[in-house]
């Protein structure tokens, strides 16, 4: 695992966690009700989200806010902990301190950028 690899995926994350901020305030915007599943709850698993997915009654937007949550609930617990805090909603940068020594989190943060690059 490079460096450069992980900067090259951490870079896909933001633009991924721009457009699901975009949609999100696309559809308040548009005075859409968030259907159930539109907002991501991370009590929820995956299963939740795929048949959500699957009706035929979402838009195309609404379908691309369900399949984000899709690929975060698909994640371990401590992955999708660590995505959410970083990319989705950072507000304390050292929040892992009192969780984690620095090498455990850095590990587990190069393996949860993995493994959602590779699941989105």
Avoid: H
Wanted: glycine letters at 2%.
């Amino acid at each position: 695992m490079t460096k450069k690899n992980t900067k090259k995926e951490e870079a896909a994350i933001i633009l991924l966690v721009q457009r699901y901020k975009l949609l999100i305030c696309q559809q308040i915007k548009a005075g859409t009700n968030c259907k159930d599943g539109m907002l991501f709850d991370p009590s929820c698993d995956y299963k939740t989200f795929w048949k959500l997915s699957s009706g035929e009654s979402l838009t195309d937007d609404e379908r691309e806010l369900c399949r984000i949550n899709f690929v975060l609930a698909s994640l371990n617990k401590k992955e999708m902990e660590i995505i959410w805090k970083e990319f989705f909603f950072p507000e304390d940068k050292f929040w892992w301190m009192q969780k984690y020594n620095r090498s455990t989190y850095y590990r587990l943060r190069n393996k949860a950028i993995k493994n959602f690059y590779r699941l989105m």
